[in-house]
C-alpha cells in the first residue's frame, strides 16, 4: 500500500504526521530525515542549547514512543536521494525505495556558506552536532567573531557573550536586522549588544578569513579563536530542481501549498507561496510558526482539503533579556505608527496606503510586548484600518480596535 511520505524530518514534517492522523487518514505514513536523530526542535540551537549552563540534551518534537503511537515509519539517518515522479516512489540514500500516494518536501533551508578566500574556516550552525561543537569553542576568554547582523548572527553573539567570551560582530550592510525590522528596533538591539561588551562592527567588508582571523577590506585584522558565519540561509531545493518542480525563491507553491506537480506538496523554509493579506504577493519565510502551520496544512490538503494558507507570519528572537517579535510584513506597509506602553517596550504598526494593517514590530523585556503582538496579528488577519491614534496611543486597549 501506497504511504503518504514526507522528506524532511523538522517542524514541518513531525507536524504534517500528527496532521495526517487528526484528518482521520489511517494509511501508512513515511517520514525520512537525513539526520541519525529522531526530530526535534530548532530553535533553541542558537540560544539555550549553547548558553545555559547545562549540557544540552534536543528538545524532542518526536521519539520512538511518539511515533509508533501515530503509527509513522520514521527512517532517521538516511537522505532522500531522488524522486521518481512517474513512478511515484522517493528513492534512497541507502538504496531503498519508498512509493507515495501523496508526497510532501519540507527540506527547509540551509546556511549559507562565505565565498570569499578562507571561507572554509567559517563554522555553521544548521543542526544540534554543530550545537554541541560551538557550545565547545564559546569558552570564556575565547575570542569570538561573528559574521552576519541578521537573527542568527546576533543570537550567537548574545550566547557567546553570555558564556563570557570576547565577542565581535562583522555586518557588512549599514545596520544589523537590515532586512529584518525596522531600524529603530535594530537600534535598541544594537544598544543592548554594545552593553553587552560585544564589538559591533557595521558597514564593515570583509577581503578573507584565515584559521585565526577576520582581516577586513581595509587592512584590520581581527584575530579569532573561532570565526562563525550566520549570513543567512538558501532554501534546500536540490531534490525539487533535479525532478523539474517550479522554483521561485525555493519551491514554487499554490495557496494549498501543491507544488507544479499535483502530487507533490511542499512546506516551510524550502517554499515559495502567495499569501492573500498581501495582495497574494510570493513570501518565503524561515520560521518556527510558519513551518507549523504549514505542515499541519499540506497534510489537510494531501488529503484534500483544498485549504488556502493564509496563516499571518509570526516570528520571535531573544536577545539576552529582550524579546523581538514581528507579525506580518514589515515592509508592507510604508506608514509607520509608534506606540510606547512603557519606556522599556517600543512597538511599530506598519499601515498601507489605505490605512490597513500589514505589520507590527515590537521589542521589551520579557514577554512585555506578547500580548500587543498577538492583537496586532488578529488585526491584520482581520486586515483592519485602525485610527493611528488609538494605534498610537497606549490608554487604548488594542483589543478595543478589533471591533471596529
Same mark, same amino acid.
Not at 582571523?213 to 584590520?220: F, I, K
Given at each position: 500500500?501506497?504511504?503518504?511520505?514526507?522528506?524532511?524530518?523538522?517542524?514541518?514534517?513531525?507536524?504534517?504526521?500528527?496532521?495526517?492522523? %487528526?484528518?482521520?487518514?489511517?494509511?501508512?505514513?513515511?517520514?525520512?530525515?537525513?539526520?541519525?536523530?529522531?526530530?526535534?526542535?530548532?530553535?533553541?540551537?542558537?540560544?539555550?542549547?549553547?548558553?545555559?549552563?547545562?549540557?544540552?540534551?534536543?528538545?524532542?518534537?518526536?521519539?520512538?514512543?511518539?511515533?509508533?503511537?501515530?503509527?509513522?515509519?520514521?527512517? !532517521?539517518?538516511?537522505?532522500?536521494?531522488?524522486?521518481?515522479?512517474?513512478?511515484?516512489?522517493?528513492?534512497?540514500?541507502?538504496?531503498?525505495?519508498?512509493?507515495?500516494?501523496?508526497?510532501?518536501?519540507?527540506?527547509?533551508?540551509?546556511?549559507?556558506?562565505?565565498?570569499?578566500?578562507?571561507?572554509?574556516?567559517?563554522?555553521?550552525?544548521?543542526?544540534?552536532?554543530?550545537?554541541?561543537?560551538?557550545?565547545?569553542?564559546?569558552?570564556?576568554?575565547?575570542?569570538?567573531?561573528?559574521?552576519?547582523?541578521?537573527?542568527?548572527?546576533?543570537?550567537?553573539?548574545?550566547?557567546?557573550?553570555?558564556?563570557?567570551?570576547?565577542?565581535?560582530?562583522?555586518?557588512?550592510?549599514?545596520?544589523?536586522?537590515?532586512?529584518?525590522?525596522?531600524?529603530?528596533?535594530?537600534?535598541?538591539? +544594537?544598544?543592548? +549588544?554594545?552593553?553587552?561588551?560585544?564589538?559591533?562592527?557595521?558597514?564593515?567588508?570583509?577581503?578573507?578569513?584565515?584559521?585565526?582571523?577576520?582581516?577586513?577590506?581595509?587592512?584590520?585584522?581581527?584575530? %579569532?579563536?573561532?570565526?562563525?558565519?550566520?549570513?543567512?540561509?538558501?532554501?534546500?531545493?536540490?531534490?525539487?530542481?533535479?525532478?523539474?518542480?517550479?522554483?521561485?525563491?525555493?519551491? %514554487?507553491?499554490?495557496?494549498?501549498?501543491?507544488?507544479?506537480?499535483?502530487?507533490?506538496?511542499?512546506?516551510?523554509? !524550502? !517554499?515559495?507561496?502567495? +499569501?492573500? /493579506?498581501?495582495?497574494?504577493?510570493?513570501?518565503?519565510?524561515?520560521?518556527?510558526?510558519?513551518?507549523?502551520?504549514?505542515?499541519?496544512?499540506?497534510?489537510?490538503?494531501?488529503?484534500?482539503?483544498?485549504?488556502?494558507?493564509?496563516?499571518?507570519?509570526?516570528?520571535?528572537?531573544?536577545?539576552?533579556?529582550?524579546?523581538?517579535?514581528? @507579525?506580518?510584513?514589515?515592509?508592507?506597509?510604508?506608514?509607520?505608527?509608534?506606540?510606547?506602553?512603557?519606556?522599556?517596550?517600543?512597538?511599530?504598526? +506598519? /499601515?498601507?496606503?489605505?490605512?490597513?494593517?500589514?505589520?507590527?514590530?515590537?521589542?521589551?523585556?520579557?514577554?512585555?510586548?506578547?500580548?500587543?503582538?498577538?492583537? @496586532?496579528?488578529?488585526?491584520?488577519?482581520?486586515?483592519?484600518?485602525?485610527?493611528?491614534? %488609538?494605534?498610537?496611543?497606549? @490608554?487604548?486597549?488594542?483589543?478595543?480596535?478589533?471591533?471596529?
Amino acid at each position: 500500500m501506497t504511504s503518504m511520505v514526507i522528506i524532511g524530518a523538522g517542524m514541518a514534517g513531525h507536524r504534517a504526521v500528527i496532521s495526517f492522523r %487528526a484528518s482521520n487518514y489511517d494509511g501508512p505514513i513515511t517520514l525520512i530525515g537525513e539526520e541519525a536523530l529522531m526530530p526535534y526542535d530548532r530553535p533553541p540551537l542558537s540560544k539555550a542549547a549553547i548558553a545555559d549552563e547545562a549540557e544540552p540534551t534536543p528538545v524532542w518534537l518526536m521519539d520512538e514512543g511518539i511515533a509508533a503511537s501515530l503509527k509513522a515509519e520514521v527512517k !532517521c539517518g538516511v537522505a532522500a536521494k531522488a524522486i521518481d515522479r512517474q513512478n511515484k516512489t522517493v528513492v534512497l540514500a541507502d538504496g531503498g525505495s519508498v512509493p507515495y500516494a501523496k508526497l510532501l518536501i519540507a527540506t527547509g533551508a540551509k546556511p549559507r556558506k562565505l565565498s570569499l578566500p578562507g571561507g572554509e574556516h567559517a563554522l555553521l550552525l544548521r543542526n544540534f552536532e554543530d550545537t554541541l561543537l560551538l557550545r565547545q569553542k564559546f569558552l570564556p576568554g575565547k575570542r569570538i567573531v561573528v559574521i552576519g547582523g541578521g537573527f542568527i548572527g546576533l543570537e550567537l553573539a548574545s550566547s557567546a557573550a553570555k558564556r563570557g567570551c570576547k565577542v565581535t560582530l562583522i555586518e557588512a550592510l549599514p545596520r544589523i536586522l537590515m532586512r529584518g525590522v525596522p531600524e529603530a528596533i535594530a537600534a535598541i538591539v +544594537h544598544a543592548r +549588544h554594545v552593553a553587552a561588551g560585544v564589538n559591533m562592527l557595521t558597514g564593515t567588508a570583509i577581503s578573507a578569513l584565515t584559521s585565526d582571523a577576520v582581516v577586513l577590506v581595509d587592512g584590520r585584522r581581527i584575530e %579569532a579563536d573561532t570565526i562563525v558565519a550566520g549570513i543567512g540561509a538558501a532554501p534546500d531545493v536540490a531534490l525539487a530542481q533535479s525532478v523539474g518542480l517550479v522554483l521561485d525563491n525555493g519551491i %514554487a507553491v499554490d495557496g494549498t501549498l501543491q507544488t507544479s506537480d499535483p502530487d507533490i506538496y511542499a512546506a516551510g523554509d !524550502c !517554499c515559495s507561496f502567495p +499569501h492573500p /493579506l498581501f495582495e497574494n504577493r510570493r513570501i518565503r519565510l524561515e520560521a518556527w510558526r510558519n513551518a507549523q502551520d504549514q505542515g499541519s496544512l499540506a497534510a489537510e490538503n494531501m488529503l484534500g482539503a483544498a485549504k488556502t494558507y493564509k496563516a499571518v507570519p509570526w516570528f520571535w528572537s531573544d536577545q539576552y533579556e529582550l524579546s523581538l517579535q514581528v @507579525a506580518g510584513l514589515s515592509d508592507a506597509g510604508p506608514r509607520t505608527v509608534e506606540r510606547r506602553s512603557s519606556p522599556e517596550t517600543l512597538m511599530l504598526f +506598519h /499601515l498601507d496606503e489605505a490605512g490597513t494593517i500589514k505589520g507590527a514590530s515590537g521589542i521589551g523585556p520579557g514577554n512585555s510586548i506578547a500580548r500587543d503582538v498577538k492583537l @496586532a496579528e488578529m488585526l491584520i488577519a482581520k486586515e483592519a484600518k485602525p485610527n493611528p491614534a %488609538a494605534l498610537a496611543d497606549p @490608554a487604548v486597549q488594542l483589543k478595543t480596535l478589533l471591533k471596529g
